[in-house]
């Protein structure tokens, strides 16, 4: 508090402060005592009054003279300070009193001495009057201690207070005409030393101002002057080092000045040269995009067409040269994939997705894709996933599978013999993120040290040499570096010559809380014996069945196998099944049919599992190769599948494939590329479709006005009018016309620039990229119309009739598995949905009398909704096919809205039967 006040404030604090601590207590102290003086002074002359007042009342109070005694006691009255006077019989019994009532408390009654009491405000004195006091005033011989009477005064303190007040403010008016000079003195002391400072300080501030000319005149005191005088030589050092460093910028300036014309020019220089590379840029993405389209064009037709070929009845040599001709256009088109997806990381236009996803299916799907090249070179390819790695995840699958194909992909290359294992581990985990680490290890030719160093680069290859024997443009470890590093993770590689390489990714990806845990499908239990010789596939195996709820047993040689599945069958123990992991390094097809004959003697069922190269070889020695023969390495869903199948004792009832709608789709494919329009009318004419063609824009534009069409594929890069702008035209003829808008579908092959947000914009509703194949097509026409196409899966006769009756009505198996397995949910959802059936019928009878589609479509589309969680196939799929035929406006929709009532009749019926 003290560190914020003036050196003034000081001074006058330190001057005032002691002279009024000491004028306080000096003048406190003579006030008490001057108070206690008077205090004493007025006592001592009460006491005397009443020593001199009792011999005089004495002969009165003896004789009983009151009227002398009144006559006494008023003219005690008097006397200053004397407020009242009494006097008493030795009874104490009151015979006399002069002056207003007694206001203090009486004195104790003590016959032998004088009593008192005092009260800030007065002092009572009682005493006693004996016969000594009436001998002082006559010759009277009575008793001497003979009690006469009392005689009491009572003295106010009044004038003494006053006195006193006088005193005290007299004192103070001293005390503060002392402080007062004291303060002025202290002023003016401090004056003469606060004056000088503020001088300084001024000077000091315009000196850190800058104005260094500033100097201080003698301040009137030696010590204050010497201060000056330093100060004063410091500023003349600070202006001459000012003159100095002024002198010095001026050079530095000019230096700079000359400088800065030098950078300004190389600037200019540095701009142009950057709009140089911006435009070298630019139309290097517009070369590659253009390069994409003008090679994947002729490519679609080359993919596309070479599959309807493969389709015919051929020659083994013709089907030989076709396969060869699939497989090159495979091997080009993964090549211009990589050099655009490492464009498209350069230009910083790859947007990662964030969609669900399974870590073991996403493995496993890559193993299956990469196992023929693997088998082909007679390499094992086996999968680890530990228990504790979670499952459910968040990310980019598409993306993270790539990586994973580039990896396993060089591994398949550089190994010539032995085994590629891929692993999967959880390093951390909380409870929103995992961070895993996946490897990939191979014992193939391993990698120096200077192959390491330029292994992330582009365009390099682990064996540059010209014999060497794997091709490749260099850019997949590039590519799955950058992927890595756009998803927050990292990628190395651990690697010896001649001993192998591990390669690996350690990624972060969010969970997925909303995933359902996977469920075994069998009921455990179930004993299984397993032949595998290759220890790390065993391993795999045993992990999957035990997973599965299976009791395992592992044997490494036929022989064992055999021995212990009779062995446990003497002792009541016996396995339902054997899954044989074999190779026909290990065990021929013959010895593989002894060993199945024998197996099914003992009463046990056999799987077996071989390389996907190997297949025709054992296909002919099992009994049902359908259900019996596996390819490495095995999924878990097909090896659990194959497993229930083998251990039920009937055949598994297999899903009835879904109906296809009541009619074809209208399509309209425009194209300016003959051969593409060829491919995507034979492609879309074959699954069913009524296929339209135009060869470009205007003539897109004008086949919709003329025709009403459920689908456009339009071909985005066409000479004239392009496909953006015919977009553009039919949309802006359906508005004016009140037409409802056709799904329009971009079939386009950029795929550098960020073309879909621009394909979206101009009003095409999806997008598909060159080549396509009929799978593609397919489910796009029913994501969009809700029409089926034939795929190869389906048979090609298909009625055209909207009946449904082969479907099931009521299916508790369905309604359960909707219900995720739960019996109480299956049996509301139900209740809740035949509840409404009646309501819902009437509503659709009075919207098709009224003609009001709008309701209709409504009250069609809540129903379908209601069905969705319920085991009802055949009223779903009415729902689904008047819907879809309603928004269409097709006139099909009547027949469709007829079989919905008989479904909704059907299962009413059937429900009151159940029940």
Known sequence: MFQDFSIKARIVMLTLLPSSLLALVLGSYFTWQQWSEMREQIIERGQLITQQLAPLSAPSLANGYNNRLQRIANRILDQSDIRAVSFFDPQFKLLVHAGPSILSEQPPHDPSRLTLVTTPENTHLLMPVLGYHQNL?????????????????????????????????TSLILILAVLLGSALLALRMGRTISDPLRRIQQSVSQLRDGHLETRLPPLGSHELDELGAGINRMAEV???????????????????????????????????????ALEASRIKSEFLANMSHEIRTPLNGIIGFTNLLQKCDLTPRQQDYLNTI????????????????????????????????????????????????????????????????????????????????????????????????????????????????????????????????????????ADNSLTRQTGGTGLGLVISKRLIEQMGGEIG???????????????????????????????????????EQHELARQSLMHQ??????????????ESLLAGVEAARQASRPFELAVLGVTSRDLNAEDLRRSVATLEQLGCKSLVLCPTTEQLLYQDVLPDSHSQLLAKPACSDKLQRAISDLLKSEPTRREAPRPLS??????????????????????????????????????????????????????????????????????????????????????????????????????????????????????????????????????????????????????????????????????????????????????????????????????????????????????????????????????????????????????????????
């Open 137 to 169: 005033a006559s010759d009277s011989s009575d008793q001497e201690d003979r009690l006469l009477g009392w005689v009491a005064i009572e003295l106010s303190h009044h004038s003494a207070l006053l006195k006193g007040y006088r005193s005290l403010f």
């Open 238 to 276: 600070l202006q001459h080092a000012q003159e100095e460093m002024q002198h010095s910028i001026d050079q530095a300036t000019e230096d700079v000045r000359q400088n800065l014309e030098t950078i300004e020019i190389q600037n200019i220089e540095l701009d142009m040269a950057r709009k140089e």
């Open 326 to 461: 699939a497989k090159s256009a495979d091997s080009l088109l993964e090549i211009i994939n990589e050099i655009l997806d490492f464009s498209k990381i350069e230009a910083g236009k790859l947007v990662l997705e964030h969609v669900p996803f399974n870590l073991r299916e996403l493995l496993q799907d890559t193993l299956t894709i990469l196992a023929p090249t693997a088998h082909a070179k007679q390499l094992e390819l086996v999968s680890l996933i530990y228990r504790d790695t979670p499952l459910a995840l968040i990310g980019d699958p598409l993306r993270l599978k790539q990586i994973l194909i580039n990896l396993i992909s060089n591994a398949i290359k550089f190994t010539n013999k032995g085994t590629i294992a891929v692993r999967a581990m959880v390093e951390d985990v909380s409870e929103e993120f995992a961070k895993l680490r996946i490897s990939i290890q191979d014992t193939g030719i391993g990698l120096s040290r200077e192959d390491l160093a330029e292994l992330f680069q582009a365009f390099s290859q």
């Open 493 to 531: 590689v651990d690697s010896e010559p001649g001993q192998g390489s591990e390669f690996w990714i350690s990624l972060s990806l969010p969970l997925d809380d909303k995933a359902t845990a996977e469920k075994p499908a069998l009921s455990p239990g179930h004993r299984v014996a397993l032949l």
């Open 545 to 558: 069945l035990e997973d599965c709820g299976m009791e395992v047993t592992a044997f490494t040689e036929p």
């Open 662 to 915: 009541g009619r074809a789709p209208r399509l309209l494919c425009v194209d300016d590329n003959p051969a593409n329009l060829l491919l995507v009318k034979t492609l879309l004419s074959d699954m069913g479709a009524q296929v339209s063609v135009a060869d470009s824009g205007l003539a897109a534009v004008e086949a919709v006005k003329q025709s009403r069409f459920d689908l456009i594929f339009m071909d985005v890069q066409m000479p004239g009018m392009d496909g953006r702008q015919a977009t553009v035209a039919i949309r802006e003829w359906e508005r004016s016309g009140n037409h409802s808008a056709t799904p329009i579908i971009a079939l386009t092959a950029h795929a550098l620039s960020d073309e879909k947000r621009a394909l979206l914009h101009s009003g095409m509703d999806d997008y598909l990229t060159k080549p396509i194949n009929e799978q593609q097509l397919a489910q796009v026409v029913h994501k969009w119309t809700g029409l089926q196409l034939r795929t190869q899966e389906q048979k090609p006769a298909q009625s055209k009739s909207t009946s449904i009756s082969h479907l099931s009505v009521l299916d508790p198996e369905e309604g359960l598995r909707l219900a995720a397995g739960k019996p109480d949910l299956a049996a509301d959802m139900l209740s809740m949905l035949l509840a409404s059936l009646d309501a819902d019928r009437q509503v659709i009878q009075q919207t098709r009398k009224d003609g009001d589609r709008a309701a209709l479509i409504e009250r069609v589309h809540r129903l379908h909704g209601a069905t969705r969680y319920c085991g009802v196939p055949q009223l779903r799929a009415a729902c689904q096919l008047s819907e879809t035929l309603l928004k269409q406006k097709d006139p099909a929709a009547e027949a469709a809205l007829d079989e919905l009532e008989a479904a909704i009749v059907r299962l009413a019926s059937e429900a009151r039967q159940s029940a």
